[in-house]
């Protein structure tokens, strides 16, 4: 039996665990970033990996390496990252640091969005597809892309940043932080559209409108559709059309067999995929729409970490 650590690594929280070859959590650990930056995560990493290669060895498991999943880029050449949420790691050299505080270890890294598919294909809905997308939609949106096996990086690893995807237009400057499709459906993108719908002045009836600006979210927005808020829905409706446009166009670049959403907006947002889905039909390559299946993930919360044990068994 081959055991490994995975860790998934995310913007408030580190979530570790040694898993055992079959997929299973022999023990596991959540530490909290607490602003944490630069060396200081590295830190917290290099501590939640000594305490479970400890615990291992007071029960006769021998580690055989190390995979780990960082919220942003990770450049495969050179096993540095770019990560926005954590202060200082822009560009920084996260493999070379943890190699010299564990030398002698194998320890990969990989982008959030890539440990999701390899995780939900191994253990979750998405198994034994070769051809599959996970479409993630939370604060922001991303896709881990596995095609033919392989997870598709691009040029430069930055493949499967869809937030960006334009569909829209023409263009407006306000998709300049963070893209169209991010911008009207990520979990931010939802609260943010209500508010702009809000001060428009034409929903004055609406139960958002009690909230001061700022403090909507996507689960005030979800919480008030299903009391018929006609705001609420305009929102909802929004984002149903760019996430059905989104997986149009993913249907067609890439025909894969199932789409998996996943996230903290999916979520509450799972009772929409067949909506989703006809609305992507309008959109997409007629054959390839009706070969593919929308489904909810199976690991929610744990597809990350699920993928960082995937990645570390791979190496």
């Known amino acids: 039996m081959t055991f490994v650590i995975a ?6 929280k580190s979530a570790a665990a040694v898993f055992n070859s079959n997929g299973e959590i022999v023990f596991s650990e959540t530490g909290l970033l607490k602003k944490r930056n630069g060396r200081e995560v590295v830190d917290l990493l290099s501590d939640q990996i000594a305490t479970l290669m400890k615990r291992s060895a007071e029960n006769n498991l021998i580690i055989s390496s190390i995979g780990i999943c960082v919220p942003g880029i990770a450049y495969e050449k050179t096993g ?4 926005p949420n954590i202060p200082g790691w822009d560009d920084y050299p996260l493999l ?8 002698g270890i194998k320890i990969k890294i990989d982008s959030d969005r890539a440990c999701y598919i390899l995780g939900e294909t191994w253990k979750g809905n998405a198994k034994e597809c ?9 604060t922001g949106i991303g896709a881990g892309i596995l095609i033919n096996d392989q997870i598709i990086r691009g040029a430069h690893d930055i493949a499967g940043a869809i937030g960006w995807m334009g569909l829209d237009r023409p263009y407006n400057k306000k998709y300049d932080s963070c893209g169209c499709f991010e911008y009207n459906a990520s979990g931010e993108g939802i609260a943010r559209v209500a508010e702009e719908l809000m001060a ?19 689960k005030d927005v ?6 018929n808020d006609l ?3 305009e929102v909802i409706n929004n984002a149903i059309e ?4 989104a997986v149009a166009n993913l249907i067609s670049l890439f025909n894969p067999e199932k789409i998996i959403f996943g996230g903290g907006v999916f979520g509450p947002a799972v009772r929409f995929l067949d909506e989703i889905y006809e609305e992507a039909r309008k959109w997409a390559q007629p054959i390839s729409i009706r070969q593919v299946s929308l489904e909810a993930s199976a690991l929610g919360n744990d597809a990350g970490l699920y993928g960082a044990a995937r990645l570390a068994l791979k190496e």
């Open 7 to 12: 860790i998934d690594l995310g913007g408030t």
């Open 80 to 83: 540095n990252v770019w990560c």
């Open 96 to 103: 070379e640091e943890l190699n010299n505080i564990f030398p």
């Open 130 to 138: 070769s051809n599959a997308i996970f479409l993630a939609v939370g």
């Open 200 to 218: 428009s002045g034409k929903f004055s009836n609406s139960e958002l409108m009690k909230k001061k600006p700022g403090q909507i979210t996507a």
């Open 222 to 227: 979800f919480e008030t559709c299903d009391k």
């Open 231 to 233: 705001l609420a829905k």
């Open 242 to 245: 760019c996430w059905g446009m």
